[in-house]
């Protein structure tokens, strides 16, 4: 699964975007610097998230929508097209 597909799944269980996820996260005071445990908490108790589609938010969270290239053009079952991932919901990506 890319990593794209684990933000989509996220948006797809929990009705928000990634981006609306990262505001609340921010509103939380939850940002650069976040240790993972209290941000999985909030996506678990909030939004039934488990670990693995928990720690693709961490990383939006914590470090942005930028991913490495490690994956990027691949043709694994991990790779990405970009690396850079759309936070603004599956519908609108261009």
């Known amino acids: 699964m890319s990593f794209q597909a684990y933000l989509?799944?996220?948006?797809?269980t929990t009705g928000r975007t990634p981006r609306q996820l990262v505001?609340?996260?921010?509103?939380k005071g939850f940002?650069?610097?976040t240790q993972a445990g209290p941000i999985l908490?909030?996506?678990?108790?909030?939004?039934g998230l488990g670990r693995g589609?928990?720690?693709?938010?961490?990383h939006v969270i914590t470090k942005g929508p930028s991913i490495s290239t490690k994956h990027v053009g691949s043709d694994g079952v991990h790779r990405d097209a970009s690396d850079t991932l759309w936070l603004d919901g599956k519908a609108t990506r261009p």
Do not use: N
């Open 8 to 12: 989509d799944a996220v948006e797809t």
């Open 23 to 27: 505001e609340q996260a921010t509103a």
């Open 31 to 33: 940002g650069p610097g």
């Open 41 to 47: 908490e909030w996506l678990k108790e909030d939004y």
């Open 53 to 58: 589609h928990g720690m693709a938010m961490v």
